[in-house]
């Protein structure tokens, strides 16, 4: 399996080192291609060609976006450029972002950016293998704690509807 890894030179963190610790303890024989970028516009572009160029079966982008209104509408134009990727070629990316307003402190926006990494490289590995609809519907989270089903949660008084 040959899986590739977009990350910036924007982020606060080294995201990717975390993906990679985490694909290859889950698969050792995985192949990885990286590519880094300057910042979130350029994540398109890469994702594509490691898709295109290096025949990626999939490809995990690593964001960073600031707090700022620009770095947003970065976000939201860049990320209708992964979508269009993903279109396109037939392949998944998947988006782990971090945004620096989703945490109140700095140690709080590290958990969440080594919580998320870690859980979306599982995620690419368990998608591309088809095996992530056995995790459907559990309330899983990735950056926070998993929260459960809602189900589970109700136990008998979902049953006396």
């Known amino acids: 399996m040959r899986v590739g890894i977009v990350d910036t030179t924007f982020a606060r963190v080294d995201m990717a080192r975390y993906a990679i610790e ?12 990286r590519i880094t970028v300057p910042g979130f516009k350029n994540t398109p572009w890469a994702a594509r060609k490691l898709i295109v160029e290096k025949e990626c079966e999939g490809v995990l982008v690593l964001g960073w976006i600031g707090r700022e209104l620009v770095d947003k509408l970065t976000y939201a134009v860049a990320s209708l450029g992964l979508i269009l990727v993903q279109l396109e070629t037939g392949r998944p990316v998947i988006d782990v972002t971090i945004h620096e307003d989703e945490a109140k402190t700095e140690t709080e926006l590290l958990q969440v950016a080594i919580d998320r990494t870690r859980k979306h490289a599982r995620n690419l590995l368990l998608l591309l293998q088809g ?6 519907g559990r309330g899983l989270r990735q950056g926070r704690p998993d929260v459960g089903p809602l ?8 049953l006396e509807w």
């Open 22 to 33: 985490e694909l290859q303890a889950a698969n050792p024989r995985v192949v990885i291609e």
């Open 131 to 136: 095996d992530l609809s056995r995790w459907a």
């Open 151 to 158: 189900i589970e949660g109700l136990g008998d008084k979902f």
